[in-house]
């Protein structure tokens, strides 16, 4: 999916940067919020709330800790809609929305151990992409569980962008 069709754009190699139609998200929604949002999009999978209550608002009692959840959910809800699907049990990030990633265009144009020559381009771009480390700079108050998966994200797409440039 092109950058420009998208709606929603996450940059998060280097300094994190997520518009909205070309407007920044990052004043609009609290820091935590935000942080779910980039752990929803970079898995890609569906979770539990009481993964996500853990995994942001670890240091809170488990009800506390979902009452914050709900609170950040509704706030993304109201700024980024249908990109996420959400259900009583789970949240899951929609990938049949429109959205732009730069984690996920550099994971699928390395995800090919066989590369063709003619895919060069495509392997170029994608490493362009890597502007710098994983969500730099960004941190979240008391979620040592977010900051731990940051860590290791970084590593992996570390990695990924060091065999790109080897290819």
Known sequence: ?????????????????????????????PAKSEALLCYL?????????????????????????RANLRKA???LRSVVGDALTITRQTVAFNRESAYWLDVGVLESALAED???????????????????????????????????WVLQERERLRQLAIQGLHR
């Open 73 to 75: 959910l509704s706030s």
């Open 114 to 148: 066989d590369a063709a020559s003619d895919e060069l381009d495509a392997l170029h771009e994608a490493v362009a992409l890597y502007r710098g480390e994983f969500l730099e700079g960004f941190s979240v108050r008391q979620a040592l569980e977010f900051e731990e």
């Open 1 to 29: 999916m092109g950058h420009m069709t998208a709606k929603l754009v996450l940059s998060l190699l280097g300094t994190a940067a997520i518009t909205l139609d070309g407007e920044k998200i990052s004043g609009q929604v």
């Open 41 to 65: 999009a970079v898995t890609g999978q569906v979770h539990t709330r009481e993964k996500l209550a853990a995994l942001l608002w670890g240091d809170r009692p488990a009800d506390k800790a």
